[in-house]
Nanobody, 120 residues
Framework: QVQLVESGGGLVQPGGSLRLSCAAS????????MNWYRQAPGKERELVAG????????NYADSVKGRFTISRDNTKNMVYLQMNSLKPEDTAVYYC?????????????WGQGTQVTVSS
């Protein structure tokens, strides 16, 4: 079955760094664009970063541009989110997402999430 398993979350001080990883299985990973979303308490889930299926193009939320980097390794079925210069407002549950739109259908998968807490 399809699985997206995130890891790498935790508690970090402001200004620190974390690297999130997402291991994918059960689908053709290399054909799916991948995304990282986050959801803070009391807020809606928001898109943080996305990467195309071959990794040639990325996009970021304005709030994380210049601080976060998304990457993928299609040989390992992995996607990563390198987070630098972390701020307290980055505190959230981070979710790995695979989403591919066809002409008539959308295939979309979610991980269970990993908590990131930025606090001194």
């Amino acid at each position: 079955q399809v699985q997206l398993v995130e890891s790498g979350g935790g508690l970090v001080q402001p200004g620190g760094s974390l690297r999130l990883s997402c291991a994918a299985s059960g689908f053709t990973f290399s054909s799916f664009p991948m995304n990282w979303y986050r959801q803070a308490p009391g807020k809606e889930r928001e898109l943080v970063a996305g990467i195309t299926s071959a990794g040639g193009s990325t996009n970021y939320a304005d709030s994380v541009k210049g601080r976060f980097t998304i990457s993928r390794d299609n040989t390992k079925n992995m996607v990563y989110l390198q987070m630098n210069s972390l701020k307290p407002e980055d505190t959230a549950v981070y979710y790995c997402n695979a989403k591919r739109d066809g002409v008539y259908t959308r295939r979309e998968y979610w991980g269970q999430g990993t908590q990131v807490t930025v606090s001194s």
